[in-house]
C-alpha cells in the first residue's frame, strides 16, 4: 500500500482516481481549494486537505506532501484568464514538483495534454496559447528535475463511460479520450517504474491500458 497525494482533486480525473486507487488499497490525500467539495472527495474515499496551491510556497506544499510516495498533478486554472492559467498551470505545479523533491517524495505523475511541448505551434491569438505556453514550461521543468516523473499527454477529454482500451501513440488514430480511462493510466503509470522519465500520449483504443503502456515502453 502506497500514500498518493492528488494535486486537484475536485476534478473528474481525480474522483476516478482516487477510486481506483481506494479500491486497490491506497491511501489518497487530496488537495483542493473549494471547502464545499470535501464531501465529494470523502465519498471517493481520500482524506480532504483544503489548500489553494496557487497561494502555498514550496515550503508549504512541502509540508502536505511529506510522508507521501507520489504526487499526481492533476489541476488547472480551466482557462479562467492568461494571469490565472500561469498561476496555476505553470506557476504552482513547478512548486509541485520542487516541493515533492524537498519532501522526499519521489515520484510524480503530470496530467498534461497531447502536443504539450515547447514548439507547440499555438499562435499568441489564440486563446488556448497561454496553457500551451504553461503547460510546457510546467513539463519542461519536471523533465529537468530529479523526480522519477511520468507525463500523461491524453487528448481531448470526454465525460463518456472508461472503456479501459486506449492506443499509445504520438498520433493515435482517435483524438479523444474519457476522463474515466485517463485516470486509469495514472493508476497503471504509478505502479509501473518502467514509465519513469517517460511520455506517455495517448487516446482511446482498442488495447487494455496496462497492457498498451507496456508496448509502448
Given at each position: ?123 499568441e491569438d489564440n486563446g488556448f496559447f497561454h496553457y500551451a505556453e504553461a503547460k510546457a514550461a510546467a513539463d519542461e521543468h519536471l ?75
Amino acid at each position: 500500500m502506497s500514500r498518493v497525494a492528488i494535486i486537484g482533486g475536485h476534478g473528474k480525473v481525480a474522483l476516478h482516481l482516487t477510486k481506483i486507487l481506494t479500491n486497490q488499497g491506497h491511501q489518497v490525500s487530496s488537495i483542493f481549494r473549494n471547502q464545499d467539495h470535501a464531501g465529494d472527495v470523502e465519498q471517493a474515499g481520500a482524506t480532504p486537505v483544503v489548500a489553494d496551491v496557487s497561494e502555498l510556497s514550496v515550503a508549504q506544499m512541502a509540508d502536505v506532501f511529506r510522508g507521501h510516495d507520489a504526487v499526481v498533478w492533476s489541476a488547472g486554472a480551466g482557462g479562467s484568464s492568461p494571469e490565472a492559467t500561469y498561476a496555476v498551470d505553470r506557476d504552482a505545479a513547478i512548486r509541485s514538483m520542487d516541493a515533492a523533491q524537498e519532501a522526499s517524495v519521489g515520484r510524480y505523475v503530470m496530467v498534461s495534454y497531447l502536443g504539450a511541448r515547447k514548439d507547440h505551434g499555438v499562435p499568441e491569438d489564440n486563446g488556448f496559447f497561454h496553457y500551451a505556453e504553461a503547460k510546457a514550461a510546467a513539463d519542461e521543468h519536471l523533465r529537468n528535475s530529479e523526480l522519477a516523473w511520468t507525463i500523461l499527454q491524453p487528448g481531448a477529454l470526454t465525460t463518456d463511460p472508461g472503456t479501459g482500451m486506449i492506443e499509445v501513440s504520438a498520433e493515435p488514430q482517435q483524438d479523444s479520450v474519457a476522463r474515466e480511462d485517463v485516470a486509469l493510466v495514472a493508476a497503471v503509470v504509478l505502479g509501473n517504474l518502467g514509465t519513469v522519465d517517460k511520455t506517455i500520449q495517448f487516446n482511446s483504443g482498442e488495447t487494455p491500458v496496462a497492457e498498451a503502456i507496456e508496448a509502448a515502453l
